[in-house]
């Protein structure tokens, strides 16, 4: 984990923010609150159970890490808790498009690097 080679005695907060897939569409189509409870319950547990297994991936010792699953726009999300966990680093982890294409485009890197006020690592790595 770049986070890790960056900073090797940092406490790390792994993040993940989730959405409850097509959810205004699901409304839109009367789809009842309990079945989309129902879908946020799985999505967030998917998101937990990713975020235990990236720290068991990487070697992460329990009391070097915590897990923080939060539902949201994941940009504002971001922004959110490195402000309330007082975070000096976030490390992005970039999916499919470079770094660069994707700041050009104005992208989640890009509000991040705006709102936030820590430092912001990119990684085009699929090992972040």
């Given at each position: 984990?770049?986070?890790?080679?960056v900073?090797?005695?940092?406490?790390?907060?792994?993040?993940t923010?989730?959405q409850?897939p097509?959810?205004?569409?699901?409304h839109?189509?009367?789809?009842?609150?309990?079945?989309?409870?129902?879908?946020?319950?799985?999505?967030?547990?998917e998101?937990?159970?990713?975020?235990?297994e990236?720290?068991?991936?990487?070697?992460l010792?329990?009391?070097?890490?915590?897990?923080?699953?939060?539902?949201g726009?994941?940009?504002?999300?971001?922004?959110?808790?490195?402000q309330?966990?007082?975070?000096?680093?976030?490390?992005?982890?970039?999916?499919?498009?470079?770094?660069?294409?994707?700041?050009l485009?104005g992208?989640?890197?890009?509000h991040v690097?705006?709102?936030?006020?820590a430092?912001?690592?990119?990684?085009?790595?699929?090992?972040?």
């Amino acid at each position: 984990m770049l986070a890790l080679r960056v900073a090797p005695h940092a406490h790390v907060v792994l993040l993940t923010v989730f959405q409850v897939p097509f959810e205004e569409k699901l409304h839109f189509a009367g789809v009842d609150a309990a079945t989309i409870e129902l879908y946020r319950n799985k999505a967030r547990a998917e998101a937990r159970q990713k975020v235990h297994e990236l720290a068991n991936e990487v070697g992460l010792q329990p009391r070097k890490w915590e897990p923080c699953v939060v539902e949201g726009d994941a940009s504002m999300r971001i922004v959110e808790n490195e402000q309330s966990h007082d975070c000096d680093l976030v490390v992005l982890g970039k999916h499919g498009q470079s770094a660069t294409v994707d700041l050009l485009l104005g992208s989640v890197t890009k509000h991040v690097l705006a709102e936030g006020s820590a430092d912001v690592l990119v990684s085009t790595h699929s090992g972040t």
